[in-house]
C-alpha cells in the first residue's frame, strides 16, 4: 500500500510537495517514526499469524474466526479512549463471542491434518494485535496534525524496514533470499493476493470516508458469504449447521454493533 500512498500524496501535492514531506515528517521526525513502529510491528505479526492460521483453518471459518478484532478494537478503545458504548453493542459483542465460538467447535470436525485450536488461538491473537494496533493508531491520529495519508506512509515507511529486517534475521528465510533473490516464490497467485490486499485497505479508507460504517458491516458480512461460497466449490469445504448458525450470529452482530438510529427532525 506504500507506493499508492506516495502516488496519491505525490499527485495531490506535487513531486517537491512530497520530497519535502518526506523530509519535514520523516527524516527530522524520528521520534514519530518510533511511535508508529509501533503498530507497524504489531501488523508485521499479525500477518504473521493470519498466515499460520490459514495454514489451519479454512477459508471460510477463518473469516468467521477473524471477526474477534469488533470485540478487540472495542474493548481497547474503552480503555485506551475513553469511548463509550452503547447496550445494544455490548450485546452484539456477547452475540459475536457466541458465534465465534460455534464457528470453532465447528472447526473441529475438519481433518486431523489441521490443528484448529492453534488457528484460533493465531486468529484470536491476530486480532488482539488487530484492535490494539488500529486504537493506537486512531489515537496518534487524533493528537497530532498531520494528515492521515502522511501517517499512513509513515507508518509503510517503518513497516518495509521491520519487514526487512523480519526477513534477513531469519536464518532460513535469509538462506533462501540470499540463494535465490528476494523475489523467489513471487508466482502470479502471490502477487494477485499482494495486489488485492493493497487495493482491499484503499477500499475501505474510501468506504469509512465516502460512506459509513453500517455500509462498511454490509461489506465484511458479503466477504464471509463470499469465503463459504468460494470454499464450497473450490476447496470442499462443507459448512455444518452449526458454523452457519454461528456465521449468521456474527453477521448479526457486525450490524447491531454499527447500528445507528436514524434521528427524525420535528
Given at each position: 500500500q506504500l507506493p499508492s500512498y506516495l502516488s496519491t500524496y505525490q499527485s495531490i501535492n506535487g513531486i517537491t510537495g512530497l520530497w519535502?514531506?518526506?523530509?519535514?515528517?520523516?527524516?527530522?521526525?524520528?521520534?514519530?517514526?518510533?511511535?508508529?513502529?509501533?503498530?507497524?510491528?504489531?501488523?508485521?505479526?499479525?500477518?504473521?499469524?493470519?498466515?499460520?492460521a490459514l495454514s489451519h483453518l479454512d477459508a471460510a471459518t477463518f473469516q468467521v474466526g477473524y471477526q474477534v478484532k469488533i470485540l478487540?478494537?472495542?474493548?481497547?478503545?474503552?480503555?485506551?479512549?475513553?469511548?463509550?458504548?452503547?447496550?445494544?453493542?455490548?450485546?452484539?459483542?456477547?452475540?459475536?463471542?457466541?458465534?465465534?465460538?460455534m464457528a470453532q467447535l465447528s472447526a473441529q470436525n475438519l481433518s486431523s491434518s489441521q490443528?484448529?485450536?492453534?488457528?484460533?488461538v493465531a486468529v484470536l491473537l491476530a486480532s488482539v494485535t488487530s484492535g490494539f494496533s488500529g486504537v493506537y493508531f486512531e489515537k496518534l491520529l487524533k493528537?497530532?496534525?498531520?494528515?492521515?495519508?502522511?501517517?499512513?506512509?509513515?507508518?509503510?515507511?517503518?513497516?518495509v524496514i521491520l519487514g526487512l529486517l523480519t526477513v534477513y534475521v531469519n536464518?532460513?528465510?535469509?538462506?533462501?533470499?540470499?540463494?535465490n533473490g528476494f523475489f523467489y516464490g513471487y508466482t502470479w497467485i502471490v502477487i494477485t493476493v499482494i495486489a488485492l490486499q493493497a487495493i482491499g485497505g484503499l477500499?475501505?479508507?474510501?468506504?469509512?470516508?465516502?460512506?459509513?460504517?453500517?455500509?462498511?458491516?454490509?461489506?465484511?458480512?458479503?466477504s464471509i458469504v463470499t469465503s463459504c461460497i468460494a470454499s464450497y466449490l473450490y476447496l470442499d469445504f462443507s459448512p455444518t449447521y452449526l458454523f452457519i448458525y454461528g456465521a449468521l450470529l456474527?453477521?448479526?452482530?457486525?450490524?447491531?454493533?454499527?447500528?445507528?438510529?436514524?434521528?427524525?427532525?420535528?
Open positions: 519535502f514531506a518526506l523530509r519535514e515528517e520523516i527524516l527530522l521526525k524520528p521520534i514519530e517514526m518510533i511511535k508508529l513502529s509501533v503498530p507497524s510491528l504489531l501488523y508485521t505479526i499479525q500477518n504473521n499469524l493470519l498466515y499460520y478487540t478494537t472495542a474493548v481497547f478503545s474503552v480503555l485506551m479512549l475513553g469511548k463509550r458504548l452503547t447496550i445494544l453493542q455490548w450485546f452484539s459483542l456477547i452475540i459475536l463471542t457466541i458465534g465465534v465460538s490443528n484448529t485450536t492453534l488457528g484460533f493528537s497530532s496534525t498531520t494528515s492521515l495519508w502522511m501517517r499512513n506512509i509513515q507508518m509503510g515507511s517503518s513497516s536464518p532460513k528465510d535469509r538462506e533462501i533470499v540470499t540463494t477500499v475501505v479508507a474510501v468506504v469509512v470516508k465516502y460512506a459509513d460504517n453500517i455500509l462498511k458491516g454490509f461489506a465484511a458480512s458479503f456474527v453477521n448479526l452482530s457486525m450490524y447491531l454493533y454499527s447500528y445507528s438510529p436514524v434521528k427524525i427532525d420535528k
